[in-house]
């Protein structure tokens, strides 16, 4: 029976990740704000990011240049052996397709210099629940004359977790 539930519940989480539309994200909050002396931690945490999601990184391509890279080389800005290097024309565009850390440098030595770095958390996005009105049931069974032939259990994501944790 918690097998069943687990795998309900799976579906119903799965379901409500994807009613969002993605944003794009400015680095830094301007069209042309990756350079330096820029707080791209600042504006980092006041941002949220999920899945979907794009960043923006617009910069003058003949002095910067945008690299996806691991945490060690970020927190030591190490431009060698990146991720990616994501700089194409100045206008540059990178889908966030996990939910995981990402760690982006300038190469050329503004990341060390100017501070050209930012970190950003990437989360799935999951809607709120509907809370249970007063009075309302939290399974329904719908009767075999509207659907002939077939029977429907609807349960509420709270009634799931309350009997996954039993």
Request: charged content about 15%; hydrophobic content about 40%.
């Amino acid at each position: 029976m918690k097998g069943f539930l687990c795998l309900v519940l799976l579906m119903v989480t799965v379901e409500k990740t994807e009613s969002r539309e993605p944003v794009l994200h400015r680095v830094g909050g301007g069209r042309f704000s990756w350079k330096p002396n820029v707080n791209f931690t600042d504006w980092a945490i006041h941002e949220q990011f999920f899945v979907g999601d794009w960043l923006y990184f617009g910069f003058n391509k003949q002095l910067y240049s945008v690299l996806q890279v691991s945490q060690t080389s970020y927190d030591n800005c190490i431009e060698q052996d990146s991720i990616k290097n994501i700089t194409k024309g100045g206008r540059d565009v990178f889908n966030l397709t996990e939910a995981k850390p990402y760690y982006f440098i300038s190469g050329g030595g503004y990341c060390s210099k100017g501070g050209m770095k930012v970190a950003i958390i990437v989360q799935y996005y999951i809607s709120a629940p509907s809370p249970l009105t007063s009075g309302s049931f939290p399974i329904t069974v719908s009767s075999a004359s509207e659907f002939p032939g077939k029977l429907y259990l609807f349960v509420l994501p709270e009634v799931i977790l309350a009997y996954a944790m039993l």
